[in-house]
């Protein structure tokens, strides 16, 4: 599956953003879903995921609260809804997918995640 995201700009602190990824290549509602962000000098680290049908979200505390992830499958589309950003939200945002289904995953691990999207910047101003 072959993944592309957009969406990402640049925002003053409590501003919004929504980012999209599209899937194209094989079924999109085959594969378990997430968000992830790389800042510099940072590590991967996993912000949330949904499951193949969407009926189920898993969120990172970070972001708990004021981060929303949904899909549309008729649209091989995922989303990711982000209110209230922070300047600490500041990173590249790549989403991926995974066709795993022992429920590994849902620990928003990248480990976890077999295809990547290549990121959306997102830069958020205090």
């Known amino acids: 599956v072959q993944l592309v995201e957009s969406g990402g700009g640049s925002v003053q602190s409590g501003g919004s953003l929504r980012l999209s990824c599209i899937a194209s290549g094989k079924p999109f509602d085959g594969y378990n879903m997430g968000w992830f962000r790389q800042a510099p000098g940072q590590g991967r680290e996993g912000v949330s995921a949904?499951?193949?049908?969407?009926?189920?979200?898993f969120y990172s505390d970070s972001v708990k609260g004021r981060f929303t992830v949904s899909r549309d499958n008729a649209r091989n589309t995922l989303y990711l809804q982000m209110n209230n950003l922070k300047p600490e939200d500041s990173a590249m945002y790549y989403c991926?997918?995974?066709?795993?289904?022992?429920?590994?995953?849902?620990?928003?691990?990248?480990?976890?995640?077999?295809?990547w999207g290549q990121g959306t910047q997102v830069t958020v101003s205090s």
């Open positions: 991926a997918a995974t066709d795993r289904y022992d429920g590994s995953w849902t620990d928003l691990s990248p480990a976890s995640f077999n295809y």
């Open positions: 949904i499951n193949f049908s969407g009926g189920s979200q």
